[in-house]
């Protein structure tokens, strides 16, 4: 059963009550932490907020501490652990995950971070058939654009991790063995033609030496049910391609396995963006299909669901303390109970709501 398979996943027994009094608290991530942690932006609702508050907090969800416990106690000699965020819409999944990222980041985790999958399979910017293998399609534009993002977060990195093969990028130029990583994202960043196999390299050499011990890897996706649905991309016939025929979801892919030992996947579903999937799906085997579900499995399930009363509560407090909710009648009782009606403690319902009133 799933439940065994999670038992067997995560043999460390959770501390009853661990970080359970921290629980519907909000957490300050330092602003001058945004630009190297989040490069590229924060989700748009939640940015706006920290525009207006001049601060990020984000609430501690018990998803989150549950991730953050398994995250805490993992056991890097074995294999990579795919936990799977999943739950309706306007939960908190994407926050969920900017808390796990924020988390590993301060430990300094090397941390791969997609902040939206859904957009690599709809983004047909200069798409190119690839020079590497002809059955894919090259995204230079993402590519570049992830792979600047990517330098950003982990500077430090990328003139430790030294290359364990020598990559031809044409006839002239090459980047040798024993090279610095950092070598690798430039080539990809000066010569936009070569940045989606410079993506894969990237992944695929820190794929194999994660398990040296020299780092520790956070493979963070959101959106992640992208990599096994549609996409609206054409090949030259007209018909629609399938994601595996981009170069960047085929290394994404092999990412998101658990053949690999020195670190953790985490991943969020979202039906916000997907493409052709029912607008009420929320479950795993519903968002990725028999297709994505096999290759995740086993996996960890974390459902993020709509607040409990105690983060109600806080929230309601912290958007009063901020002024994001102005209504006269929101300090009272009856207040309250009413914005729990409209919005079913929904936290993306609420925001909304709050930011209207």
């Known amino acids: 059963t799933m439940l065994n398979r999670v038992t067997r996943l995560v043999p460390r027994a959770r501390q009853a009550g661990a970080g359970e009094q921290r629980e519907g608290r909000h957490y300050r991530i330092p602003l001058q932490d945004l630009p190297t942690v989040f490069p590229h932006g924060l989700p748009r609702r939640f940015g706006l907020q920290v525009k207006t508050f001049n601060e990020a907090c984000l609430m501690v969800r018990r998803p989150a501490l549950e991730l953050l416990r398994y995250l805490d106690g993992t056991n890097f000699a074995h294999q990579a652990v795919r936990y799977v965020l999943y739950g309706e819409k306007g939960t908190g999944k994407t926050l969920s995950l900017c808390h796990v990222i924020h988390f590993c980041a301060k430990r300094d985790w090397l941390v791969v971070h997609v902040p939206d999958a859904h957009q690599w399979v709809k983004s047909c910017r200069g798409l190119l058939r690839s020079a590497y293998s002809r059955q894919r399609f090259d995204q230079p534009v993402e590519a570049s654009s992830w792979l600047k993002s990517f330098k950003t977060a982990n500077e430090r990195f990328l003139s430790q991790i030294k290359i364990q093969e020598t990559y031809m990028w044409n006839k002239r130029e090459s980047t040798e063995k024993g090279r610095p990583l950092g070598e690798v994202v430039e080539q990809g960043l000066t010569r936009v033609k070569n940045a989606t196999d410079a993506v894969g390299i990237v992944l695929k050499e820190l794929k194999s030496q994660s398990c040296s011990g020299a780092f520790r890897l956070l493979v963070a996706v959101d959106g992640a049910n992208a990599l096994?649905?549609?996409?609206?991309?054409?090949?030259?016939?007209?018909?629609?391609?399938?994601?595996?025929?981009?170069?960047?979801?085929?290394?994404?892919?092999?990412?998101?396995?658990?053949?690999?030992?020195?670190?953790?996947?985490?991943?969020?579903?979202?039906?916000?963006?997907?493409?052709?999937?029912?607008?009420?799906?929320?479950?795993?085997?519903?968002?990725?299909?028999?297709?994505?579900?096999?290759?995740?499995?086993?996996?960890?399930?974390?459902?993020?669901?709509?607040?409990?009363?105690?983060?109600?509560?806080?929230?309601?407090?912290y958007y009063l303390e901020n002024s994001w909710l102005q209504h006269e009648k929101a300090h009272t009782e009856e207040g309250k109970k009413e914005l729990l009606f409209l919005s079913d403690a929904n936290p993306g319902q609420l925001e909304r709501l709050c930011a209207y009133l």
């Not at 990412?255 to 991943?267: I, S």
């Open 228 to 317: 096994w649905g549609r996409t609206t991309l054409k090949r030259e016939d007209k018909s629609l391609m399938a994601p595996e025929e981009l170069a960047l979801v085929h290394s994404l892919r092999k990412m998101v396995r658990n053949d690999w030992h020195g670190g953790a996947v985490v991943l969020a579903l979202s039906q916000t963006g997907s493409l052709f999937t029912p607008r009420m799906a929320c479950l795993p085997q519903e968002l990725l299909g028999k297709e994505g579900f096999d290759a995740l499995d086993p996996f960890v399930p974390i459902l993020v669901s709509n607040y409990s009363p105690k983060e109600f509560e806080s929230c309601v407090q």
